[in-house]
């Protein structure tokens, strides 16, 4: 049973085109986040959640708590976008993290 | 600000061996967490210290272990290695943890590989 799931697995865009991941989790959260991995290994967090709607340049998060889902979008997508993008939850039981397998994004030029 | 550190970046183990692995957090972060990645169960959850204490555990055996020093640096010990146990090993700090729903912010990892 995998607490959160992802879609899409894999996902190839071309240069400029807009980008949706999405996330739905069945365990009840404190909050969200969203991850980006570069190849090599590297975590960044890119945003934390827990309601609503955030922005931080080209992208944007959301997440809906009563339908538990959440989206991370890409405004004109660029080749340095291209990396796994991961989902993570924060039960709020246990204070254990739950993460999703990920999305890997190719932005071709 | 440096951010998190962990050492060694990579090694090589035997079977049945034990490895210590150390993560230095951003300076003032009192929490780290750590997480075991691998290609077949992706990312997960293995423990968060806070000021010394254990705060949370994943589902791991007992072979796994950790500890967190005055300084906050914390180490990370795997016993009786087996060759599953090969994964990259990442540390994450925050300033006071998962409970407040601090941004957290990742080592670059250690890579495990146990032959």
């Known amino acids: 049973k995998n607490e959160v799931e992802q879609s899409p697995q894999n996902l190839t865009a071309q240069e400029g085109e807009f980008i949706t991941i999405n996330c739905s989790y069945s365990?009840?959260?404190?909050?969200l986040h969203w991850l980006q991995q570069h190849p090599g290994g590297g975590i960044v967090s890119l945003f934390m959640l827990s309601s609503g709607k955030k922005k931080h340049g080209r992208l944007i998060a959301t997440i809906n708590i009563q339908e538990k889902h959440s989206s991370l979008h890409i405004t004109a997508s660029h080749p340095r976008d291209s990396a796994v993008y991961i989902c993570a939850v924060l039960s709020n039981t246990g204070n254990q993290f739950y993460f999703g397998t990920g999305t890997s994004l190719t932005v071709i030029p | 600000k440096a951010g998190v550190t962990q050492t060694p970046r990579y090694l090589i183990k035997t079977r049945g061996q034990q490895v210590t692995l150390s993560c230095s957090p951003i300076?003032?972060?009192?929490?780290v967490s750590w997480y075991q990645q691998t290609p077949g169960q992706g990312l997960q959850f293995l423990f968060e210290y806070f000021s010394e204490t254990q705060r949370n555990k994943g589902n791991f055996p007992g072979r796994f272990s950790g500890r967190q020093f005055s300084n906050s640096r914390s180490e990370m010990n795997v016993s009786t290695l087996e060759l599953g146990d090969s994964a990259l090993y990442l540390c994450?700090?925050?300033?006071?943890?998962?409970?407040?729903?601090?941004?957290?912010?990742f080592g670059e990892g250690s890579w495990l590989t146990v032959v």
């Open positions: 300076s003032g972060h009192r929490s």
């Open positions: 365990v009840g959260i404190s909050a």
């Open positions: 994450a700090s925050s300033p006071s943890g998962s409970r407040s729903g601090n941004t957290i912010y």
